[in-house]
């Protein structure tokens, strides 16, 4: 069986799953990738055939989304690339929240199945933001159509909605806490975050960051560039983690049963919508950094419990109830 595996590579979650379920997918047949987007940073072995600059999102470095940038980046050669795309020749084709991919399976009438973490939005009772985002709201229902879907989140909302998929890494890890606070917060410069945590004397806190090629230190206070092993090390051995709304991160800490602080980027309604089931699970939750931080922080680290994470599925047998899917 030919498969072909399309990645959205806005942030880092998507193509951290793919690495995670490639040895799974490869099982049923030969495995080609379609990467999309231009600010992901992890690097990959993953056998990418396909590449294109795709939709990407961008932030302003105070915590929104740069709608400005965006508009920038969006080029028309979009639909000559979706064209170009052989999704006809595979047997079976995956779509991570890939626009291109969809775009061409549509044009070319091509069954494809939607997975991952957006795809659960294609269901009403997944919990979603008040927030009056029109915009937002359309991009989670039809940025990706597909013939079927099975939607990823951090509870079972609906029928086609499962659990996460967590790395092997922290599957086997035994969990520590050397006492230190593990930060990824894209949407906000070092020049930004600093002053707040550097308020903090009596914690350390492990900064993740594109704006570091090196580990860099400045009191209490280590920024470290981005790096997929080195972050999950950096999860499995802190007190707690502060992150942006996104799926992955906020999933694999609460499945290690470490403090999750959630601050999702502004309007950024999928993130949003994760903060609200975060929250609804009882994760400490910010709308953004303010003058109240140093509130929250207290709040958060003497208050607030961790919530545990279980599985119901492994990610073999997800990987088994995604083709069941797509080929019945």
Known sequence: MKILYAIQGTGNGHLS???????????????????????????T?????????????????????????????????????????P???????????????????????????HFGHQASFQSKKTPRSKTFNPIGNLILNSFVTADKYLGLHFEKF??????PVIKDEI?????????HITVYLPQYSIEFLEPYFLAFPNFHFEIFTKEV?????????????????????????CYGIITAGGFETPAEAMYLNKKVMSIPILNHFEQES????LKNMGVKVLEKIDEKFNQHFQHWVNEMNPIKLDLQYSTEELVDILFKKALN
Do not use: W
Not at 27 to 42: H, I, P, R, T
Not at 274 to 277: D, L
């Open 17 to 43: 799953r793919a690495i995670q379920l490639h040895p799974y997918l490869k099982k049923y047949g030969e495995v080609d990738y379609f990467l999309s987007g231009s600010n992901a940073q992890l690097n």
């Open 45 to 85: 072995s993953l056998p990418i055939k396909y590449r294109s600059k795709g939709v990407s999102l961008f932030y302003k470095n105070t915590g929104g989304l740069d709608y400005f940038k965006m508009l920038q980046s969006f080029s028309f050669n979009i639909f000559k690339e979706a064209k170009k795309l």
């Open 87 to 113: 999704v006809e020749e595979y047997d079976m084709v995956i779509n991570d929240f890939e626009f291109v991919t969809s775009l061409a399976c549509r044009l070319k009438k091509v069954k494809s199945i």
């Open 158 to 163: 609906d029928e086609n909605v499962y659990n």
């Open 171 to 179: 599957i086997n890890a035994v969990p520590i806490n050397d006492g």
């Open 213 to 237: 090629g090196q580990i860099t230190c400045k009191k209490n206070i280590c920024y470290f560039p981005i790096n997929n092993n080195a972050f999950t090390q950096s999860m499995i051995r």
């Open 274 to 277: 994760n903060s609200v089931a």
